[in-house]
């Protein structure tokens, strides 16, 4: 391991919750060599969200380029050889992507926590780390190289257009964000009931004062989940921002929010590193390894009931880090869960103070 790395990659390609949580670890590398080159090999989507970010050199691939995207790439940085090589991306693709950079140490995850064969690309795993949160994994990267000062720290910068973006949405109302689906995947069954952020959003509206914001994609999924939450509550409680935001602008309204609701989910980690207060709703993932971190005493957590209910065992008896890959297990998330954390989450933060990126949380 170089003691002076003069120029680290980073691997991480997706997801949008995952390079939120992944942030902190490059701050705390910036910190204890502020005169190293860090090049970031992203995903489109998530660079589209991470632009700008200070001293960070971003090389973006996008997934549906394949085989030939990845020779594109290579060609770009042949002649770029790295110090160190943060493979952080658990996948096939990742690992046939970092068969092309110039890297003397290929760091990755230990064989307890790596996926998809990651050890055969790596020449040094991390120490092994039972239990970790992903942003801890993330930050184990870090600490490997020899890293202490491991305080949290994001600074994702938000462009002028990106706020008015949102100061147009917003118009000056007390927002409560919702963004109700988690990411369409096969078996991915995260989602609460239309039904249940209906009854929330009111609740908000009437007890609190605050507009519900709607946000999300455009996917067919999303759109009959908004318009089945629609057609619960009254018109003036809601405004649908369904594909209609930039994920700059959507960081801005975040950034702006009373508060956000969301499942497992990248709203849920970008509410995190803008500290604006975030309820998750948790059942189907464990919150102990995927929950807003700076928030996850917060969460509406029935996971341990879903692990009883669907899997017939208690948490500690299975793989960390299982999913209850069932259909009905959100519907143990109750509507008087969710509510009581949202009034006392709204009461715990009233006199809530945005962080100005400097120092915010130990990990």
Same mark, same amino acid.
């Given at each position: 391991?170089?003691?002076?790395? *003069? ?16 942030? &902190? ?9 502020? +005169?190293?080159?860090? !090049?970031?090999?992203?995903?489109? *989507? ?15 691939? +996008? ?6 995207? /990845? ?9 770029? &050889? =790295? ?43 991390? %120490?092994?780390? @039972? ?9 184990? =990267? ?14 994702? @910068?938000? @462009?002028?257009?990106?706020? #008015? ?14 963004? $109700?689906?988690?990411? @369409?995947?096969?078996?991915? =069954? ?22 519900? =914001? ?16 629609? *057609? ?30 969301? $499942? ?12 604006? &207060? ?5 059942? !189907? %993932? ?10 996850? #005493? ?23 880090? %299982? ?6 297990? /959100? ?27 400097? #120092?915010?949380? +130990?990990?």
């Amino acid at each position: 391991m170089p003691a002076q790395p *003069a120029h680290i990659c980073v691997l991480r390609l997706s997801a949008l919750g995952d390079v939120c949580n992944l942030v &902190p670890t490059v701050r705390a590398l910036q910190r204890h060599w502020p +005169d190293a080159r860090i !090049t970031w090999i992203i995903g489109r *989507a998530e660079h589209s969200l991470l632009a700008g970010l200070s001293g960070v050199e971003f090389m973006v691939y +996008d997934k549906s380029t394949g085989l030939a995207g /990845m020779r594109r790439l290579w060609r770009e940085l042949r002649d770029t &050889p =790295f110090d160190v090589l943060l493979h952080m991306q658990q996948s096939i693709r990742a690992s046939m992507l970092s068969l092309g950079l110039k890297a003397r140490v290929r760091m990755g995850y230990d064989r307890a926590r790596a996926k998809d064969w990651q050890t055969w690309f790596t020449n040094r795993q991390l %120490t092994p780390h @039972p239990h970790a949160h992903v942003l801890e994994s993330f930050m184990d =990267f870090a600490r490997e190289m020899g890293v202490s000062d491991d305080r949290l720290e994001w600074d994702i @910068p938000l @462009p002028d257009a990106a706020r #008015e973006e949102a100061r147009q949405l917003l118009e000056g109302r007390p927002a409560l964000v919702i963004s $109700p689906c988690a990411s @369409p995947r096969l078996r991915n =069954f995260r989602n609460w009931s239309a039904e249940g952020y209906a009854a929330v959003i009111e609740h908000a509206w009437r007890h609190h004062g605050l507009t519900t =914001f709607l946000t999300g994609g455009t996917s067919a999924q999303e759109r009959e989940m908004c318009e089945r939450i629609a *057609a619960g509550v009254s018109e003036a409680s809601l405004v649908n921002l369904l594909g209609r935001t930039s994920l700059k602008g959507l960081l801005a309204i975040i950034d702006q929010a009373r508060m956000v609701i969301a $499942p497992d989910s990248g709203p849920v980690h970008m509410a995190n590193a803008m500290n604006t &207060p975030v309820l998750g709703l948790f059942a !189907t %993932t464990n919150p102990e390894r995927a929950a807003p971190w700076c928030w996850r #005493e917060h969460v509406v957590n029935r996971y341990p009931d879903a692990v009883a209910t669907y899997l017939h065992k208690s948490p500690d008896e299975i793989v960390w880090g %299982t999913r209850v890959r069932h259909e009905d297990a /959100m519907s143990l998330i109750t509507f008087d869960d969710v509510i009581n954390r949202l009034d006392e989450l709204l009461a715990l933060t009233a006199d809530h103070t945005r962080a100005t990126g400097s #120092e915010r949380h +130990d990990v």
